[in-house]
């Protein structure tokens, strides 16, 4: 079943389209990636979808519901959580901070005990938990953006280029990651410009190009697609 159903949805910025009116789909339980070149769309396609943008009624559709009227906040709290482009994580605040308010709207028993299971998954931040985070290095950060959204449970987490200025040790660990985040039964959108690592790590993949889906399909065989080598694999296939 789709947990997000994305119809005809477009995004603008002034007289710019830059969403010009796509269909994707994510199963529950699926990590599906979008990659393309800068300037594609998918950031903003990401926005709309987490509510930061709003969008026409019909284009959004997750957990059977229409999305539109509702606001970010809401979907949050409804297990639809982004982690930006650009980590964006609390400067002035400490990394237990942070952690804190990723949970900020839940009130069970068990929020400490995910804090636990963050530091688990992120050695480092266990370490840094009470460094400020404007403080940590990129990798670090972008670590802690990941387990901030996952310390309010999501059940689609949108990932928006979490390997962007990293070094490639830090890359490989925050896909493993994600990986094992999907493997725990959280679904999740990927939109990554190091495809060759997306499209290994996904079980399916959509390509943007001008706004538009131009390809879709198994990430396997969309790896082998001339095209796709051609323009975003260094003429290799995954």
């Given at each position: 079943?789709?947990?997000?159903?994305?119809?005809?949805?477009?995004?603008?910025?002034?007289?710019?389209?830059?969403?010009?009116?796509?269909?994707?789909?994510?199963?529950?339980?699926?990590?599906?990636?979008?990659?393309?070149?800068?300037?594609?769309?998918?950031?903003?396609?990401?926005?709309?979808?987490?509510?930061?943008?709003?969008?026409?009624?019909?284009?959004?559709?997750?957990?059977?519901r229409d999305l539109s009227g509702t606001r970010a906040?809401?979907?949050?709290?409804?297990?639809?959580?982004?982690?930006?482009?650009?980590?964006?994580?609390?400067?002035?605040?400490?990394?237990?901070?942070?952690?804190?308010?990723?949970?900020?709207?839940?009130?069970?028993?068990?929020?400490?005990?995910?804090?636990?299971?963050?530091?688990?998954?992120?050695?480092?931040?266990?370490?840094?938990?009470?460094?400020?985070?404007?403080?940590?290095?990129?990798?670090?950060?972008?670590?802690?953006?990941?387990?901030?959204?996952?310390?309010?449970?999501?059940?689609?987490?949108?990932?928006?280029?979490?390997?962007?200025?990293?070094?490639?040790?830090?890359?490989?660990?925050?896909?493993?990651?994600?990986?094992?985040i999907n493997a725990g039964g959280v679904t999740v959108?990927?939109?990554?410009?190091?495809?060759?690592?997306?499209?290994?790590?996904?079980?399916?993949?959509?390509?943007?190009?001008?706004?538009?889906?131009?390809?879709?399909?198994?990430?396997?065989?969309?790896?082998?697609?001339?095209?796709?080598?051609?323009?975003?694999?260094?003429?290799?296939?995954?």
């Amino acid at each position: 079943m789709s947990l997000l159903e994305v119809k005809g949805l477009e995004v603008r910025y002034g007289g710019i389209r830059a969403v010009k009116g796509i269909d994707l789909a994510v199963d529950e339980g699926e990590l599906v990636c979008l990659i393309g070149a800068n300037g594609a769309g998918k950031s903003s396609s990401l926005r709309a979808i987490s509510g930061l943008i709003g969008t026409p009624p019909g284009a959004l559709r997750y957990a059977g519901r229409d999305l539109s009227g509702t606001r970010a906040f809401q979907r949050v709290r409804n297990g639809l959580v982004l982690v930006p482009e650009g980590r964006g994580v609390f400067p002035q605040l400490t990394v237990d901070e942070n952690l804190a308010m990723g949970a900020y709207a839940r009130t069970d028993g068990e929020i400490e005990s995910d804090r636990e299971r963050m530091f688990g998954l992120f050695a480092r931040l266990k370490e840094r938990r009470r460094q400020t985070s404007g403080t940590l290095s990129g990798g670090e950060q972008q670590m802690l953006a990941i387990a901030r959204a996952l310390m309010s449970r999501p059940k689609l987490l949108l990932l928006d280029e979490p390997s962007m200025g990293l070094a490639p040790i830090v890359v490989q660990k925050i896909f493993d990651v994600v990986r094992e985040i999907n493997a725990g039964g959280v679904t999740v959108l990927l939109v990554e410009q190091n495809a060759r690592l997306a499209l290994e790590i996904a079980s399916r993949a959509y390509v943007m190009e001008s706004g538009a889906i131009t390809l879709s399909g198994r990430a396997a065989d969309i790896a082998h697609d001339p095209k796709v080598v051609e323009a975003y694999l260094g003429g290799e296939a995954a």
